[in-house]
């Protein structure tokens, strides 16, 4: 294993923006050996709570934000994250150990408590929430959910399998998150708007907003495995 192997839960709901990019754009950012699927780029922002017996219940709850490529690598189809933006210092750490771009940031995400939700979820008003930089920020985004959809009907049928990629001595190692179990709760087409400046635009580059999606789902994290490379 690598990064953090014990059993944690996890709850999140994602906001997402599917974005078109330039033709060969996504094999010019994507690591060797992972291939492109597609040139798209998949921006999250996430709320998410944890349930850990090591840790505290003020640290059970954490945003975070991504910008993710959809991609090959050893274990069939996935996604890598070309930015992962951690307001903590430890989950930057936990993001480079896992082989992804890992960013201090701000990161701010609209919650609706748990009592509305009882009342009406998804939303009637948009959510939305953005990533800040040394005070610029980099994304700004706010989605509108509509009807449920099923998640193979879009582009991101595979957005919960993350590969990672470290430099290693003699080569790179190939990881992939381990997850015990996945949970799909509900996932939402909606009318999304997305803002990008900074890094993350030129990260990039050219692209359109295709499509918005409001995803809830639950995982059994257990750290991530090698699954090819140097240290395979």
Do not use: K
């Not at 709850?11 to 599917?18: K, P």
């Not at 009342?119 to 985004?141: C, D, H, K, S």
């Not at 001595?169 to 381990?178: F, I, N, Q, S």
């Amino acid at each position: 294993m690598t990064a953090a192997s014990a059993r944690t839960t996890i709850g999140e709901t994602l906001l997402v923006a599917v974005c078109e990019l330039q033709p060969g754009r996504a094999a010019q950012l994507l690591p060797a050996p992972l291939r492109p699927a597609g040139d798209l780029a998949f921006v999250y922002l996430v709320w998410a709570t944890g349930a850990a017996a090591a840790a505290p219940v003020r640290a059970r709850s954490f945003v975070e934000a991504n910008i993710a490529l959809p991609c090959f690598g050893p274990e069939g189809e996935g996604t890598w994250f070309l930015r992962a933006y951690f307001p903590r210092p430890d989950l930057v750490r936990n993001a480079v150990l896992s082989g992804w771009t890992g960013v201090a940031a701000e990161v701010a995400v609209g919650r609706v408590p748990a009592g509305v939700q009882r009342l009406g979820w998804p939303p009637a008003q948009p959510l939305g929430g953005g990533v800040a930089r040394e005070g610029r920020r980099e994304i700004e985004m706010s989605l509108l959910a509509g009807e449920t959809v099923a998640l193979e009907s879009t582009p991101l049928a595979r957005f919960n399998r993350v590969y990672g990629v470290r430099e290693v001595a003699g080569g790179r190692d190939v990881t992939l998150e381990h997850h015990l179990d996945d949970v799909m709760h509900a996932v939402h087409a909606g009318r999304v708007e997305l803002r990008v400046g900074g890094d993350a635009a030129a990260a990039l580059g050219p692209h359109r907003v295709a499509a918005g999606y409001l995803i809830e789902f639950g995982i059994g994290y257990a750290g991530s495995r090698r699954v090819g490379g140097a240290g395979a």
